[in-house]
């Protein structure tokens, strides 16, 4: 089963530094290696809206204030059970500090 | 939550584990008794912050007690403490360990189920019953596999180091077939099974990730593509009610692209190594090409042949031989391709292979050969296991409108043909003929067959036979072709000189003047070849004296003709072979082996040896003829 996990983070979080960037590194490549990350990457924090109506389509810029987390990086992983996420998503936390990870099973 | 844990982290636990005990078995119990403390305080005490040191300390306090326990009974062992000191090891150790214990998992004195077991227990993490389920056998069967492997390793005294060089080609290829096998039974399971047994094919990638970063050989990394870019068709590969779909008529937008991605890097790093390329990775080779091609017109078929005759030339096996054929079908077309399976359809190790005669359908059906076409098509579905594959290839056949039958058809024609003739030798042409017609085709026109096809069937069935053999089915088939009107089918055949009795080696029993039933055993045993057990099972009700042969397939010659009607005498019913006493009341045996006449009971085989050692020196064994 795969899931997509979406790290967040407000105003708050502070930026990584060089430790969290090694013990990070480190672990993607473990993950990636024993085949249960599929791809990962970091979000810019703003980026692009785009809304339809109808025949209309309008495209905003970022940041958006009105949301007060902002997903900052994902990754899709390819796992045994839903436990085995949630071990996963602990030890990602572990790495990254206080702050809120959503987890969604990719259907 | 623990689970999933232990699943992380129990092949590094356990090899660290072996590394310091030496001895796999006891590696796997100090890492479940950490399994076991992490249960009882986890839940109370909260999860530790790295779960995984946690239980491979806990694991190694336990093993370090043993070892110690162990010099306290005998100093003179020593074992030296060098490992006790260390703390937590370095990366390089850890994965060094992994690649000793999968070396050690599908060690070559193992059998390849007993490999497979080893390896998903110690390395996949899995519980035994989650093992049998995967493998739709019990979990008693599962745990008797493994604790029996365990032993081998034992008695063998199986190293944990990494084998020399000369060694280290077989025993990876070892590895390499045993995670390839589990993919395979993984990727085999059709979608209604548990979902135990698709997830093999996850527990077979990791497995080769872990090998991969173990041992970064270009094999190793072959095999890893492969295995990626095929679990890449996985959701593309079945139609809505369970059929399979060809590669060439895949939806190419469902292939699972991530996971093509990870397949070229591996594909990628395996180039990079450089070196002939192995079978795995000539597999993964063909695999990139089709995974490339925007659809199935612009494969490039020209490379998929040359990566076919060059892994031809590795493993020449029937199964390549025949994707070779399919292969040179598109890129030369059918004629060639269909040239290339007339060598297969002699091979017997596909004699009941449904792909054989799929593949020649298509083939045929390019060809516009439609009735031949049609008739491979069924059977196909009639050789095929899987029944939504049956169905499928059956609706294969029937969307090609049926010639006007021809006269007789062979399936008919056979059984008008057994109908007529008296029991016994109807069960023997029948068990010929059934050959015959799950090897040309039930609906098949007899008038269509040809000699050449015959001669192919019958050099497949029974080339490899013993000349009696050969010759009675030889026989079989002359009989059928004579009453079907075509006698030419037959006439290729030829008969084999049978060796005669007299140039057999004398029975080392002649010149014994042993009792009657001795020497109608040991006249039976050589003259009929079965096996021991076979013969003392006989009953005295399976014997057709008049043929020479009996109900349960056994035959025999002059010389136990001979013996058999005063052996039986006035018997009707019950062993033939009978103990020369009567069983005490306490030790009566079962019912069909007790003499209904005499109350005696069936002669076992331990007494029948006793007595033709006794007699001649010899085992029975060396009875039976080849």
Known sequence: MRYLLLSLADENTPAPDEKLFAEMGAFIEEMSAKGVLLATGGLEPGGLRMTSSGEEFTVTDGPFTEAKEVAVGFALVEVRSRDEVLELARRFRRIVGDGVSEIRRVQ | MIDAVWRLESAKIIAALTRLVGDVGLAEEFAQDALVAAMEQWPAE???????????????????????????????????AHDLRQGDTTGEDDRDDTLRLMFLSCHPVLPPPARVALTLKLLGGLTNAEIARAFLTGEQVIARR?????????????????????????????????????????YAAASGDDLMRPGLTLEALRLGGMLAEAAPQSEVLGLLALMEIQTSRADARTGPSGEPIPLHEQNRGRWDRLRVRRGFAAMLRARELGGPP??????????????????????????????YELLVRLTPTPVVRLNRA????????????????????ADPALRDYHLLPAVRADLLLRLGRTEAARREFLRAAALADNAAERAFLERRAAAIPAAEPTGALLGPAVAAFLAGRPGATARSYGQTLGRLRAALGEHTPVAELTPAETARVAAAAWGGTAARTWNRHLAALRSFCAWAGRPDLAA???????????????????????????????????????????????????LDLDDRRSRTGITWRSRTAALLPDLIGDRTHGPLFLSGRRPAPAR?????????????????YERAEHLFKTATGHTLSALRLT
């Open chain 2, 46 to 80: 909260g999860m530790p912050g790295t779960p995984g040191a946690w239980l491979m300390s806990v694991a190694r306090r336990r093993a370090i007690d043993h070892i110690r326990a162990e010099r306290r009974h005998d100093l003179t062992h020593g074992r030296l």
């Open chain 2, 146 to 186: 493994i604790a029996d492997a365990k032993r081998t390793l034992a008695e063998h005294r199986v190293g944990f180091d990494l084998p020399g060089p000369a060694e280290a080609a077989e025993r990876l290829a070892s590895v390499l077939e045993v995670v390839y096998l589990i993919f395979n039974e993984g």
């Open chain 2, 278 to 307: 192995g079978p795995y990775l000539l597999q993964a080779a063909i695999a990139v090409c089709h995974a490339q091609a925007p659809s199935a017109e612009e494969t490039d078929w020209d490379q998929i042949v040359s990566l």
């Open chain 2, 326 to 345: 399919v292969a040179v079908g598109m890129a030369r077309g059918p004629r060639a391709g269909l040239d290339l399976t007339e060598d297969l359809t």
């Open chain 2, 492 to 542: 290729d055949l030829v008969r084999r000189p049978e060796p005669s009795p007299e140039a057999r080696p004398a029975p080392v029993w002649r010149d014994t003047d042993a009792a009657l039933r001795e020497r109608a055993l040991w006249w039976l045993l050589h003259e009929s070849a079965a096996p021991v057990t076979r013969v003392l099972a006989l009953n005295v009700e399976d």
């Open chain 2, 588 to 604: 009566a045996p079962a019912e069909g082996d007790l003499c209904p006449h005499t109350g005696r009971r069936r002669l076992s």
